[in-house]
């Protein structure tokens, strides 16, 4: 019988995890069982291979029993039913607390913000902030966002609600210097400084609540511009069916819940 190849050895390797049960066999860190669990698996293997070892005639089961209980459940005891009630409840106490926190900036606060971020921050940053507001994506949205997605009067945002949105002649200077300056190469309008991958939705909101701390707007967040967004084209005369539309909800009910105050 010749040698096998890697390929084989871990085609072999994985039937022989698929034969055994979840988390009972010795390559129980291929399944991403947590530390702990393999520790008790494996405590409990070394026990049964004891008194197996040293059995003299029949093997004592009661022993053998006698092993620490592997409880796989998240929440052990509850129900399917209880749990999605609770976490259906910990999103609408959210979404109440969020709609009456979430206070959108005023003209003179969202002049400040927009100003100072031309003139303090790198232009990517200031970019990021400005289309944020102009556009009222997500964080998710933005870093999601390609090049071919972004024209000279809109931006088209893809996803499971596909939408275009205009956007003011005023940022489109902003953007032009951007895509000047930039050197990386990729498909993804906004890059990371580190790996050239999409920038994280974390960094997105990181960079808007530190920039908020610095020029004096504790709180501020990427949807209180998605917020503020909103506001002004309500302000403006814009129907809220449009608004809705342009905010990528799936009804001007699920809008005019988000902005309630």
Known sequence: MGRKSPQEKKRLSYAKDRRNRYG???KSSRKNIPRHKRRVNRANRHREQQVLNGARGPADIESLLKTRPQRWQKSAGVTLGALVQGKLAMTDERRVFEAETLSPLSDDELGE????????LPLR????????????????ELSALALRDVSADAVIVRGPRQRTVPIPPELRPLLDAYLRERVDEGPTFFLSDTCGRPVPPATVNSLVVIFGFL????????????KTFAVN???AGVDLDDVAAML??????????YLAS
């Open 248 to 257: 990528g909800h799936a009804s001007p009910e699920a809008t005019r819940a």
């Open 233 to 235: 084209l309500l302000r």
């Open 125 to 140: 940053y200031a970019a990021i902030l400005h289309l944020l507001y102009y556009a009222g994506l997500r964080a998710t």
């Open 24 to 26: 009972e066999n010795d």
């Open 215 to 226: 020029i004096g707007l504790p709180g501020l967040s990427a949807r209180t511009l998605r």
């Open 113 to 120: 913000l927009l100003s100072a971020a031309v003139h303090l």
